[in-house]
């Protein structure tokens, strides 16, 4: 397998590792690069040159990240569903001539959740951030089973754009942008949250959601994972919230994305324990 992940500022991504030793453990050869477009050597190369190049040298896939997963698909021969969907692409498989866009973060969000919340109510779920990974998990949500989605946004009209977008794709799920976690009291309280913001990062620290807003009785995701357990986790957890880390996502994508670069199943077992051993 030969592959890499095109970003910025991404040298530290643990992604190459868990395809690499993943690979490794199935007897494959296998090269991840990452290929950083902030290194000096490519601050004048476009993306469009980065694809072809990958394309010449027989890349069989690239991950992709900030700031291209909008710009990639204009690139591309050919969207999944979900890709289509959500109107980004963090993966794409180069085979046969044909470059073919698939969205790997929503899979990874529900794949995560059915694993890590299975059984939580769904009825209704309060999703914070509606930016690139909100609307990814915003579908993903409904996927699980959500029934009624609220969404929060510093940005209102984004919220109230994702909304639509989400009923627009998922029917049998009714989305809202909500002002403020005030317009969801009493009985309209949500059965779980989703902070899909970038508040509790380690160089945003906070919530979205006031601490005051969090019932025992319910469920609470992040999809920050550095820190592993976000203030938003450690406030849930102690008032007895049932928990999901936002590393879930992060493994279960590259599950995915091994997947349709090799054609072969991922171990996410494996892949998870070597995202762990950063
Ligand atoms: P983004 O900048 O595209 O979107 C963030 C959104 O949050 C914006 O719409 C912004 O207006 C909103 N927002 C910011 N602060 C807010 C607040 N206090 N209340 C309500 N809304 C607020 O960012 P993104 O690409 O969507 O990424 C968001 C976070 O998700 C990142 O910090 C990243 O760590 C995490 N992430 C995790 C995974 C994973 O695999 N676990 C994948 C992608 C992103």
Redesign the pocket.
Known sequence: MLAGLIGRGIALSRTPRMHMEEAAAQGLGAVYRILDMDEPARREITLKTMLESAEACGFDGLNV??PY?IEVIGLLDELSDNARAVGAVNTVVLRDGRRVGHNT?LW??AESFRRGLAGEAVEHVLL?????????VAHALADCGVRRLSI????AA??AQLAEQVMTNRPGTVAGAVPSTEALSGADRPDGIV???????AK?P????PASFIDPAMWVAD????PLETELLRTARAKGCRVLP??????F?AVRAFELFTGRPACPDRMRATFDAF
């Not at 914070?128 to 990974?133: E, I, L, P, R, T």
């Open positions: 990240t900030y997963k973060d990874g969000f914070a951030g509606a930016g690139g990974a909100g609307v990814a929060l946004d510093t940005d984004r919220a902070n899909a913001t970038p508040m509790g990062m945003l906070g919530m979205a959601v999809i920050v994972y550095f936002g590393t879930g996502m992060a493994v994508q």
